[in-house]
């Protein structure tokens, strides 16, 4: 059974077998981020957090997947004073790392599936995914340089562990775009499909980590985020309270019972 749920005409919600589908739905923006889209989006997705039947989220954008900051709202507020300014804008990209901190925060798996153009903030927002598959023609940009400011979203978090220092630098100074390819290449994005394929690919992808233990995907993501700001020690001490947390899951005896019967497991998360 499919269930359309609509929380904004900005974003559509879709939910199939435990897999929940965001669509960003600006199209005549390119999904360009403006507030409206910015607080629905993180509003779903929090609401995809609280739903137990939600076992995996998917984030797309159509035929574009995001061309980066509305621009046209921007120029709204060039000439205002420079302290309110400043508050305005401040405020803004608040509100627009909520939508990342909400998906690091996570403890179920989040695609991004990219189609066309991930530009700016888009580019933030699929490197905060834990999994990305984009089609042939999708691209890619940091583009913040190209209009005179720095990036914001994450990205100058994710770039240097993603690419290391250089790339990471080449990527954010010049604002230059690359192919699916490239990204695939700089281990941004994980595979690139046709685009005739794309949302096969990834309506299968989705279906397989719904029917993970997701629970122990979870503890996984929060482990391998916890890895970058801690001592090997303390890393080993953390596995070993989510290996025995995850132990007493109805899950863990699940999986060891199917692999004793030589069957495929049948995981609740």
């Given amino acids: 059974r499919k269930r359309w749920i609509i929380m904004s005409n900005t974003v559509l919600t879709k939910r199939k077998e435990g897999v929940l589908t965001i669509t960003m739905n600006r199209p005549e923006a390119l999904n360009a981020l403006d507030r409206e889209l910015s607080e629905t989006l993180q509003k779903t997705i929090v609401t995809a957090e609280q739903d137990k039947k939600v076992r995996c989220v998917v984030i797309c954008g159509g035929e574009q997947f995001m061309a980066g900051g509305d621009l046209k709202y921007f120029s709204e507020n060039l000439d205002i004073n420079p302290n309110e300014k400043r508050i305005m804008f401040e405020g803004f990209i608040n509100q627009v790392h909520k939508i990342i901190i909400s998906i690091r925060h996570m403890p179920k798996p989040v695609v991004a599936s990219v189609r066309g153009p991930a530009a700016g903030f888009g580019l933030s927002l699929a490197m905060a995914c834990d999994l990305a598959i984009a089609s ?118 699940e999986g060891i019972s199917a692999f004793i019967a030589k069957r495929k497991p049948k995981f609740k998360g």
């Avoid at 954010?172 to 690359?178: H, M, V």
């Avoid at 490239?182 to 941004?188: Q, S, T, V, W």
């Avoid at 029917?211 to 890393?235: F, Y």
């Fill in 136 to 253: 042939d023609d999708a691209f890619f940009t940091l583009a913040y340089v190209n209009i005179g400011t720095s990036p914001d979203g994450g990205s100058t978090f994710a770039l240097p562990r993603i690419l290391g220092d250089k790339k990471a630098a080449e990527i954010a100074f010049l604002g230059d775009r690359f192919s699916a390819t490239a990204a695939k290449e700089f281990g941004i994005v994980n595979w690139v499909v046709a685009g005739t394929d794309l949302e096969a690919e990834t309506s299968k992808l989705a279906k397989r980590l719904a029917e993970a233990p997701t629970t122990a995907i979870g503890r996984t993501k929060a482990l391998l985020q916890q890895s970058l700001h801690t001592t090997l020690e303390n890393q080993l001490q953390a596995e070993a309270e989510s290996f025995s947390s995850c132990a007493v899951e109805p899950d863990f005896n």
